[in-house]
Structure formats: C-alpha cells, structure tokens
C-alpha cells in the first residue's frame, strides 16, 4: 500500500466538495480555507474574486468554487498548484484564465448543475475548453 500526499488546498478542496453530499465531512474552517485560496488566485490573475462575484448567488460560488478546484487539480501538476496557491505563479502563467473565467461564467448562467467531484474529468476540461 501506498499513499499520496497532498497539499492542504487539494486536502479541502476535495472534503468541501464532498460535503455537499456527505454532511459529516463538513468542516468550516477547510471551507474558508479553499475559498480564500481561491479568491487570492483570481486575485493574482487579476479577475473577481468568487467571494465578490455580484452575478453569483451563494450555490452558484460553491458550485463555481468546487469546479474551479476540480479543474486546477485535474489541469495543473501538484507543484504548480501549490505555486499558485503560493502567488507564484498566476492563472496567466499557465494560460488557463480563460478557461477559468468560462467555468465560472457557465456556472452564473446555470450551465453547468452537477457537482465538480462527480464530474468526470474529460468533461469537466472539455466544458473550460467549449
């Protein structure tokens, strides 16, 4: 047997999107916690934070904050993502803004309704790529 380890942002990002299905795994602080990483990737990239999207109500920002974690770990390699968690690099750095802003923009217009950890990885880059 083996084990993985992962950074704290894919730690919570991945229990915040199964809470939404399993409620004993909800935890707060992990919630605050990838949401704040969020908000300062966007930041950095120099695009709304999730937290200050007027155009989104409160699921639509879960649901956009559970995609945009999904696609940032299925699309970008663990050092990567720990560097932009780290305002290393920026969403520019890798090229993925606007495949970025296009799942968050699809998830404001209801495009987009299941969860991000029950979508199939193919489709959930295929959808930022549409």
Same mark, same amino acid.
């Given at each position: 047997m083996s084990?993985?380890?992962?950074?704290?942002?894919?730690?919570?990002?991945?229990?915040t999107s199964?809470s939404r299905i399993?409620?004993?795994?909800? *935890?707060?602080?992990? =919630?605050?916690?990838k /949401?704040k990483?969020?908000?300062?990737i966007?930041?950095?990239?120099g695009?709304?934070? @999730?937290s200050?999207?007027a155009?989104?109500?409160e699921t639509?920002?879960?649901?956009?904050? *559970?995609?945009?974690a =999904?696609y940032?770990? /299925?699309?970008?390699?663990r050092q990567d993502?720990?560097?932009?968690?780290d305002?290393? @690099?920026?969403?520019q750095?890798?090229?993925?803004?606007?495949?970025?802003e296009?799942l968050i923009e699809?998830?404001s217009?209801?495009?987009?309704?299941?969860?991000a950890f029950?979508m199939?990885?193919?489709?959930?880059?295929?959808?930022a790529?549409?």
């Amino acid at each position: 047997m083996s084990y993985l380890e992962v950074t704290k942002f894919e730690q919570a990002s991945v229990l915040t999107s199964a809470s939404r299905i399993y409620t004993i795994l909800d *935890d707060p602080e992990l =919630q605050t916690f990838k /949401e704040k990483m969020l908000d300062q990737i966007m930041f950095r990239a120099g695009e709304t934070p @999730l937290s200050l999207r007027a155009d989104l109500d409160e699921t639509q920002r879960k649901r956009s904050g *559970d995609l945009l974690a =999904q696609y940032l770990m /299925e699309r970008v390699n663990r050092q990567d993502l720990e560097a932009l968690c780290d305002g290393q @690099l920026r969403l520019q750095d890798l090229a993925i803004t606007a495949q970025v802003e296009r799942l968050i923009e699809r998830c404001s217009k209801g495009e987009i309704t299941s969860e991000a950890f029950a979508m199939p990885p193919e489709r959930l880059l295929a959808m930022a790529n549409e």
